[in-house]
């Protein structure tokens, strides 16, 4: 068990890596359209400035006097103005915004920076314009630094916090920087927060080895997502997952990939469920239904796993379906030098016995037709389902599962299930593998996993065999 935790460790790793990767590109293309909405907002109500085009001269007539320090002309209800002083390096500034001109409008903010005095809303429309200009010259980090140290005047009001710590929690956290889970914070506890950002703070736990927060956040993120209608992001599982196999919790790893299944479906994680599944199972007959969900959801992707799966059936009496099995393995190209010579031998002695049960298919009909129990039809449902004949594979087991007296129900039900999916009656395998569910002695790895592969029916119709 400790070894196959430890591989699937580094599987998830990678996964969690590349989630995150892809959510930092995420966190970069935000990142961009906030500051383009900043950018304008600065080219024209942010900082106005006397005599500037967004707030023209009035006409003489309107004209009236002016108190000292203040400039004369028309200014928006609470909107403030830079100083009188700092007019002609912000007009400047504004210009070679105009003319992205970033260098040169840094060189025109440098110049009203050295100006004095300034009033904490001249120091926060600098460092503004400075964020703005380093951002464009891709120098997130001075933009970091620019914007933190235009915050630190205390002239942003209060419905102006959110968008700014907001626009630090993605500096920072693309710039790797451990503040940004401060940030985050605050954005949040200061506004609306969206889903995106609880996914970011979900991260940012993580890659500080805060498992437990990193799962505060997720949920939070996960409920989010729902409540917007949206199917909530791999990435968010893929932590629960790693966090799980970090501490070798196997349920906390197994409810992880259930809800990464239910999400993508994706054969990878259906093979490491199963394999979890799988390693305490000690019934031969329980194996074998394990293994025929790893391989009807495409999910066996070793060689041993194939020779391990058609023994158990030949064991099982359905040399036919071992003939399939092993025939696909060949054909997949998956089967390992070492093993070619013992899977050629075992293949030719599943064919032998494969053409013997369809000989006497006849025979066996007859037996089965004849006899009170439904263990014959359920034999007779299987021998056709090899032969890839489903449609009498389904009537033969119907019977069969009718008649009763039957030595194992579960597998008669999943061969039920796994012949109406091939005959693309996905209602009637949902139905009848829901019976599965009514039986009292069946292995719940067994009844778990055949569940969630009736749950994911409606994803995808998987032909077995």
């Known amino acids: 068990m400790n070894h196959l935790l430890k591989a699937m460790g580094f599987w998830v790793w990678a996964l969690v890596a590349i989630g995150i990767s892809v959510s930092m590109v995420s966190v970069s293309y935000r990142l961009v359209a906030l500051y383009r909405a900043h950018e304008?907002?600065?080219?024209?109500?942010?900082?106005?400035?006397?005599?500037?085009?967004?707030?023209p001269a009035l006409p003489e007539s309107e004209k009236k006097p002016a108190a000292a320090g203040i400039d004369s002309q028309r200014i928006p209800a609470g909107q403030p103005m830079v100083s009188r002083i700092l007019a002609g390096d912000i007009r400047a500034a504004q210009t070679a915004f105009q003319n992205y001109q970033w260098s040169e409008a840094l060189k025109n903010l440098e110049a009203a920076a050295a100006k004095s005095p300034l009033t904490a809303y001249d120091l926060k429309t600098i460092e503004e314009f400075r964020g703005?200009?380093?951002?464009?010259?891709?120098?997130?980090?001075?933009?970091?630094?620019?914007?933190?140290?235009?915050?630190?005047?205390?002239?942003?009001?209060?419905?102006?916090l959110v968008k700014i710590f907001r626009l630090l929690f993605q500096l920072a956290t693309v710039n790797k920087d451990a503040k940004a889970i401060e940030y985050g914070e605050r954005a949040i506890a200061a506004g609306k927060s969206n889903e995106n950002d609880l996914l970011i703070m979900s991260q940012l736990h993580y890659q500080q080895n805060d498992c437990k927060n990193s799962g505060v956040w997720g949920d939070k993120a996960i409920a989010a997502f729902r409540e917007a209608g949206e199917p909530p992001k791999e990435v968010l599982y893929q932590l629960k997952l790693q966090c799980a196999g970090n501490v070798n919790d196997v349920a906390a790893m197994k409810a992880a990939l259930v809800d990464l299944i239910r999400l993508t479906n994706k054969s990878s994680y259906w093979n490491n469920l199963i394999r979890l599944e799988r390693q305490d199972e000690r019934d031969d007959r329980n194996t074998l239904l394990i293994y025929q969900v790893m391989f009807d959801t495409h999910s066996m992707n070793a060689d041993t796993d194939y020779i391990e799966m058609s023994q158990l059936l030949g064991d099982a009496g359905l040399p036919g379906e071992a003939k399939t099995v092993l025939e696909t393995a060949m054909s997949s190209g998956i089967l390992k030098d070492e093993h070619k010579e013992r899977t050629v031998r075992l293949l030719n002695t599943m064919k032998a016995r494969a053409e013997a049960d369809q000989a006497g298919l006849h025979t066996l009909d007859a037996e089965a037709s004849k006899n009170p129990a439904g263990q014959p039809d359920v034999k007779l449902g299987e021998v056709y389902f090899a032969a890839g004949d489903f449609q009498d594979a389904v009537t033969a087991l119907r019977w069969g599962i009718g008649?009763?007296?039957?030595?194992?129900?579960?597998?008669?039900?999943?061969?039920?299930?796994?012949?109406?999916?091939?005959?693309?009656?996905?209602?009637?395998?949902k139905q009848a593998l829901a019976k599965l569910k009514s039986l009292s002695n069946i292995s719940p790895r067994v009844l778990t996993l055949w569940n969630l592969y009736a749950d994911m029916l409606h994803e995808t119709a998987s032909q077995p065999l």
């Open 403 to 429: 008649k009763g007296q039957l030595s194992r129900p579960d597998e008669a039900y999943v061969s039920l299930g796994r012949s109406l999916t091939a005959e693309k009656d996905l209602a009637g395998a």
């Open 40 to 55: 304008i907002q600065a080219h024209t109500v942010s900082s106005p400035v006397p005599g500037s085009a967004a707030f």
């Open 132 to 160: 703005i200009s380093y951002f464009r010259l891709n120098n997130l980090k001075a933009a970091q630094a620019a914007y933190e140290a235009s915050l630190a005047t205390g002239a942003y009001k209060a419905e102006e």
